[in-house]
């Protein structure tokens, strides 16, 4: 049976889970949700840097990346945030959509999952 | 080429598909729309365990779920549900947001990854 | 380290990236906004096509896909050109969630991954 690695997990869910050389991020949610939207994503941005530093990644090995936004019309701001974060020689494949977020007052989240 | 597994498939889509030692389910939803939420997310979580397990898993070995609410207002009623299910020792990541859903009257439909 | 392929990359995302026997696409929204819902998708599904040939995939590989419509109650015609594409024999888990998309006009996004 191949391995799991579960890190930074409480009963309710895990926020790092690593298999098969895949590494799976929680949605990261912005915790200052009086910020503007490029700052709440500039946020969400550096927890995922942490977290994937944490599981032996680092964002120039993302595969995939879920933007999930409360209002589609900061996309713009989002994507200014984006822009000065990744890494322009190994970008992600991203989608972007508007959902209602579990934390009122949070303007994104991001889900991604990367290579070890 | 790798062999790609399906099984509990139509002409439309599969219920489990397995690859390279994960499983990816279809979204499931409730289907007794009539019931409160937590009701429906326990149903949910039923399908889902019988899913696994008859793709080779379980829940100890989930890597990601992704729970859609048709209405975020009843987040902690569908907490309730996944508290009372999940392996409290070996939890995926989540994420959590609110969409409608295909089937009017549907609370709630989670998507979820396992290793085999 | 496992190797990461990128295709089709700008400085913001790539429209492929492989890793580890896996191809995940970004999500492919319709261009001709005009269309009605059926074509969309249909347009949408033609691009999946292209990109999974070039890399190095197929629809008859497909392990996941993920439905976002801007409106629900377009889910049949949405379903219409689904049908007509997928394959029978090979059909991938599907989920199929209401959000407001990015383009403005666009009716439907899908995003897919597939096994090489």
């Known amino acids: 049976m191949t391995t799991v690695t579960r890190q930074l997990s409480d009963a309710q869910f895990s926020r790092i889970v690593s298999h098969g050389g895949v590494v799976h991020l929680a949605g990261q949610p912005a915790k200052d949700r009086?910020?503007?939207v490029?700052?709440?994503t500039a946020e969400v941005l550096r927890s995922i840097d942490t977290l994937l530093v944490?599981?032996?990644?680092?964002k120039s090995r993302l595969l995939t990346a879920i933007i999930y936004l409360a209002d589609m019309r900061q996309k713009a701001q989002m994507d200014e945030a984006w822009l000065e974060w990744v890494d322009p020689e190994n970008p992600p494949v991203r989608a972007c959509v508007e959902t209602r977020l579990g934390n009122p007052g949070s303007a994104v989240m991001v889900r991604v999952i990367a290579a070890l």
């Open 54 to 58: 944490q599981a032996g990644s680092n």
């Open 34 to 36: 009086s910020a503007p």
């Open 38 to 40: 490029k700052a709440q």
